[in-house]
T-cell receptor, first 114, second 114 residues
Framework: GAVVSQHPSRVICKSGTSVKIECRSL??????MFWYRQFPKKSLMLMAT?????????EQGVEKDKFLINHASLTLSTLTVTSAHPEDSSFYIC??????????FGPGTRLLVL | AQTVTQSQPEMSVQEAETVTLSCTYD???????LFWYKQPPSRQMILVIR????KQQNATENRFSVNFQKAAKSFSLKISDSQLGDAAMYFC???????????WGAGTKLIIKP
């Protein structure tokens, strides 16, 4: 149980284009999902908290107009990187809250912006 | 503010032996949760073990156990009979009872020597 999928697993795009990453909870309903960014050999940096049916809460320093988050259902949240630039290249991970205290993570998406 | 400290950037252990990873945290709360997550080279974040602060008994999951010292704010992870598949980054994380967000340590890279 508590499986989270993420798609795509890796994406290469040109600078200026937008990229959408999907996060799905496969066997449970997740009222809250989280989006993280992870730099090489570093810990996870929380970007935003996504609640089903409401606007996402962004962490300080994260541009909400650049990283658009939609949580349209209890099993799906999407992160769209708009007008991507090389500095947006990173590893993006989503997680979904199962129960009151535990987060389960997707396998991550490697984004490379050329 | 709550902080999580992992003082060992890297640890190595001989296969089949036991290793202990350290984690300390700082909080003024009395109710919270502590987690150890494993991130192998695939970068999939996997929950290893979870501890509720109100429980005095140390959590155990097969070869993985914790030594939870609430007064000392210490939460170490012991891996017994280390296996090659245990090689990964290990992250300690803290969560308040009233907050969904995880506070992460910097991680410890565990190397298993065959």
């Amino acid at each position: 149980g508590a499986v989270v999928s993420q798609h795509p697993s890796r994406v290469i795009c040109k600078s200026g284009t937008s990229v959408k990453i999907e996060c799905r909870s496969l066997d449970f309903q997740a009222t809250t999902m989280f989006w993280y960014r992870q730099f090489p050999k570093k810990s996870l940096m929380l970007m935003a908290t996504s609640n089903e049916g409401s606007k996402a809460t962004y962490e300080q320093g994260v541009e909400k107009d650049k990283f658009l988050i939609n949580h349209a259902s209890l099993t799906l949240s999407t992160l769209t990187v708009t007008s991507a630039h090389p500095e947006d290249s990173s590893f993006y991970i989503c997680s979904a809250r199962a129960g009151e205290e535990t987060q389960y993570f997707g396998p991550g998406t490697r984004l490379l912006v050329l | 503010a709550q902080t999580v400290t992992q003082s060992q950037p890297e640890m190595s252990v001989q296969e089949a032996e036991t290793v202990t990873l350290s984690c300390t945290y700082d909080t003024s709360e009395s109710d919270y949760y502590l987690f150890w997550y494993k991130q192998p080279p695939s970068r999939q974040m996997i929950l290893v073990i979870r501890q509720e602060a109100y429980k005095q008994q140390n959590a155990t999951e097969n070869r993985f156990s914790v030594n939870f010292q609430k007064a000392a704010k210490s939460f170490s992870l012991k891996i017994s009979d280390s296996q090659l598949g245990d090689a990964a980054m290990y992250f300690c994380a803290y969560k308040e009872d009233s907050n969904y967000q995880l506070i992460w340590g910097a991680g410890t890279k565990l190397i298993i020597k065959p």
